[in-house]
């Protein structure tokens, strides 16, 4: 390579490790707010007092630098002492998401090599094969040191291991250092930290991003809003944003999508929105500017480089005329673009994107040769690596990059990287299929699901969603199916996307039964809008049969809220998953709403 990179600043870093900066922050200010949660408000001594109890306990267990923690625990205070006290101790966290399959949990657990798990009482079951279980909610902390343990940690040891999909059929563990993570929030420009502002903390542990959200705030001396467990709605963003005045928003480009259109006023207020993890929709973006004024940027990263690589900071409207660039590289970040043959291409002219600089990880766990694959020698020297994305893009002549999606099969689905490989390799270990390709597809709406074209002895879309849904995350479960007698070849002996069969949803295979009251016929019609199907009957189950999902979910009771005088939870989806047994729930939500009214209310209505 002998052109020069994209570089952004290049800005001092501190040689500490994340939890120091926050102990920093905590003896500056110790009655400042760290976290707020509910009722509930921790300040920075508090929080830091409890989490140094809880890394004596750690210690005392073994755990110190270089360590793997599991740690499986809903969003609240509880896990954000357990993860201060893991990275006090010296050890990193392995997050689990408790929402994905048993199997899947068990390979994550086994393959960090973690012997101790951090859960709560409700959630032991999901880590029982550790050795050693900690149950963070029920633990004494009274006998132990309120001062940090002597860790012995330094800034280029782990601070956590994120699992991701892997085309093997297996997911990749992607170990990150403290300091790649001091450079996503320390003097990084691409949005504003510190005393003041206030972060809010919506996503998985398991997705990348919550490492912005959590240690934007509390490695800055910010303020961490944190958003109840359950899948984040218009409705339970807008009212944190109310209540506790956050200041900047990360979502995930579906989860943007659906929140300004559901409710464009739930981020007033917010002066930063920040979307990414794919495609940016521009007409939703142009919302936000126009009619909130809030500042908008998108957001592009890989896990690989610690979240965050590039950011396209500010957007005007006449971004919005177009694909939205993903911007230019983040301080102490640099870029090449590469043709095939690894040599910098020409400005303008499309290629591989490379990413260098401290917020590189350090690689897959116990996966050398991967790592060797993606994490090549900087040519520039001086003992440096390049990450290379997979990921084609172009720089624009403003200095910007433009982005054009995948070079290879890897896809995002819903925020999250798929590799459709680790599907394919689940659906074929099911006796009944020979063979099956899993490809992106784009329903009318504009939701991109996975379609699973697939060789077996009979249709059974029912039987392999629900042996997928045993094994893998939501995301990964196909939605749409077609069932060819062979797949079609290339002559040169692949698989022959462009001439795959159009997939079809899967009809279930039980009676199909009319909606019979107007509740059911507005359920139904909502599920036929948003899945783009000719018909849905009354027992059909919107995530088992017809390939609904979480982002979704938020769709239908924002949609129903528009029907009807109610607002229902995201939950009631998930609790109530057919159309009779949401209907009831509307039914019954709207009679208590009648019962409510006073006699001038109803006059008001009537007149």
Known sequence: MTMQPERGADVP??????????????AAAPEAAAVWYGEERLGYGELDQRANRFAHLLRARGIGPETPVVLC????????????????????????????PPERLAFMLGDSGAAVAVT????????????????????????????????????????YQMYTSGSTGLPKGVQVTHRGVVRLVHGSGFADFGA????????????????????????????????????????????????????TVWLSSGLFGHVVDDRVTALAGVRHVIAGGDVVPPVQARRVIEELGAEMSNGYGPTECTTFACVHRGMTVADTAGPIPIGKPIANTHAFVT????????????????????????????????????FVPDPAGGGGRLYRTGDEVALRPDGTFAFFGRLDQQVK???????????????????????????????????????????????????????????????????????????????????????????EEARPAGEFV??????EEAVAEVWRELLDLER?????????????????????????????????PVSTVFEASTVELLAAEVHRAVTEYVAALSDVDVQRALS
Not at 208 to 235: K, Q, R
Not at 542 to 548: H, I, K, P, S
């Open 413 to 503: 689905i819903r925020g999250f990287r798929v590799e459709p490989g680790e599907v394919e390799a689940a659906l074929t270990a099911h006796p009944l299929v020979r063979s099956a390709v899993v490809v992106p597809c784009e329903r009318d709406g504009g939701d991109r699901v996975l379609a699973a074209h697939v060789v077996a002895s009979r249709p059974a879309a029912a039987e392999l969603r629900e042996f997928l849904l045993a094994r893998l995350p939501a995301h990964l479960v196909p939605s749409l199916w077609s069932w060819p007698d062979e797949l079609p070849i290339t002559p040169n002996g692949k698989v022959d996307r462009a001439a795959l069969p159009e997939p």
């Open 196 to 247: 003041g502002e206030v972060f809010l903390l919506l996503t998985s542990l398991c997705f990348d991003v919550s490492t912005f959200e959590l240690w934007g705030a509390l490695a800055t001396g910010a303020a961490l809003a944190v958003l109840p467990p359950g899948v984040p709605a218009a409705a339970s963003i807008e009212a944190a944003v109310r209540r506790f005045g956050v200041t």
């Open 73 to 100: 625990l809903e969003r609240g205070t509880t896990l954000l002492v357990a993860m201060l006290g893991i990275l006090k101790a010296g050890g990193y966290y392995v997050p689990l998401d408790p929402g994905y």
């Open 120 to 159: 709560e009482r409700a959630l032991a079951d999901r880590v029982q094969a550790a050795p050693t279980v900690v149950l963070a909610d029920e633990a004494d902390l009274g006998g132990w040191p309120d001062t940090p343990p002597d860790a012995d940690v330094v800034p280029d040891n782990l601070i």
């Open 13 to 26: 870093l501190p040689d500490l490790c994340v939890h120091e900066l926050f102990a920093r922050h905590a």
């Open 339 to 374: 043709g095939a043959d690894g040599v910098p291409v020409e400005p303008g002219e499309r290629g591989e994107l490379l990413l260098g600089g401290p917020g590189l990880a350090r690689g897959y766990f116990r996966r050398p040769a991967l790592t060797a694959e993606r």
């Open 514 to 519: 009319v909606p019979r009251t107007p509740a």
């Open 536 to 568: 849905v009957g009354v027992h059909d189950d919107f995530f088992a049969d017809l390939g609904g999902h979480s982002l979704l979910a938020t769709r239908v009771v924002a949609l129903l809220g528009e029907r009807f005088p109610v607002e229902l």
